[in-house]
């Protein structure tokens, strides 16, 4: 076994993390060489020095009134989808009666056409071109 | 199944605020990857499967690739002085404090000067104490090359210690 072997065993001895036969190896390897054994020491010293550190204050410890719960969920949902809905109902709606109102004439028609066509594309495009970013997207492996 | 207590919420929360801030050093920064995080939790609770890992597994796993996403794309500047010595300690004397507060700076330093990727390591597994299958699936590397990485990582530290005289007890 090479030292680089020995020390990973260590670590993985300090860790808790062996077999028991190779514990046993750490073991009779630290009875036979001092500076095995004092290697060990200074390790665990710093593990217990790492696991001592501690950080400046943080203000916010009720994260359970930050979190939102099921009920505020759903109900955020289900608000956006009414609100979509109606107001697509309501804009086709108007559209409609005012495509078959005789009183504008076909000028206005066409421009207020043109107008719906226009943002309808301008719509299209950025949903396409939020799709192809999604898919180029670099992080987008990133698990959550 | 029922979403966490309110307890565990808390819990949760202190635990992946303390590994986003020590990745970002930053408080506020800290903070909102931490409440996003638990939006994530509580948005895919559903697919949660405990079977596969403990909940603070999970969790701790939106909350660093969340910081790791916020970093690649805002790089912000990583505050060296985030990490205060304990103050609870235990000193018999006020020489031992002094010896114990200048250890832990010491450690703190060489901490806070290591890469990203060594410090998390070494935080997850000392700090957060972390099993290797659970920092292997936090970091989503292979579970054998957690023990090699930390030991370069600890004989690293080790050493530097070793040279600035900071880890004799």
Do not use: C
Not at chain 1, 7 to 26: A, F, K, M, S
Not at chain 1, 88 to 94: A, D, M, Q, R, T
């Amino acid at each position: 076994m090479t030292e680089t072997d020995w020390d990973q065993l260590l670590t993985g001895y300090l860790d808790n993390e062996l077999t028991q036969q190779d514990r046993q190896r750490v073991e009779q390897r630290m009875i036979n060489e001092p500076t095995y054994r004092a290697q060990f020491d200074d390790l665990k010293s710093l593990q217990t020095d790492i696991a001592d550190l501690d950080f400046q204050p943080n203000k916010t410890t009720q994260w359970s009134e930050l979190a939102p719960d099921v009920t505020s969920r759903s109900a955020r949902s289900l608000g956006w989808l009414t609100y979509i809905a109606s107001t697509l109902f309501l804009v086709g709606y108007g559209f409609y009666e005012f495509i078959i109102a005789e009183t504008a004439n076909a000028f206005v028609k066409t421009a207020v056409l043109g107008i719906l066509l226009g943002l309808g594309l301008l719509l299209i495009s950025v949903i396409k071109q939020r799709l192809v970013e999604s898919k180029t997207d670099r992080y987008k492996d990133v698990q959550i | 199944m029922p979403l966490p207590t309110d307890q565990t919420i808390n819990a949760l929360g202190q635990s992946g605020y303390a590994l986003s801030f020590q990745l970002l050093g930053n408080h506020q920064d800290a903070e909102d990857m931490t409440q996003d995080s638990l939006n994530t939790l509580v948005a895919k609770w559903d697919t949660f499967d405990e079977s596969k890992a403990s909940v603070k597994t999970w969790f701790l796993t939106i909350v660093r690739n969340r910081t790791i996403d916020y970093m690649r794309k805002k790089k912000p500047q990583f505050n060296p002085d985030i990490l205060d010595q304990s103050s609870d300690r235990k000193a018999e004397t006020a020489q031992q404090h002094i010896e114990a507060s200048e250890r832990q700076a010491t450690v703190r330093d060489a901490i806070v000067a290591l890469p990203q990727d060594q410090r998390e390591l070494i935080l997850l597994r000392d700090y957060h104490g972390f099993k290797y299958a659970e920092i292997a699936e936090i970091l989503n590397v292979p579970i054998g090359t957690i023990m090699s990485r930390l030991s370069r990582v600890r004989k690293q530290l080790r050493l530097q210690l070793l040279d600035l005289g900071g880890n004799s007890r």
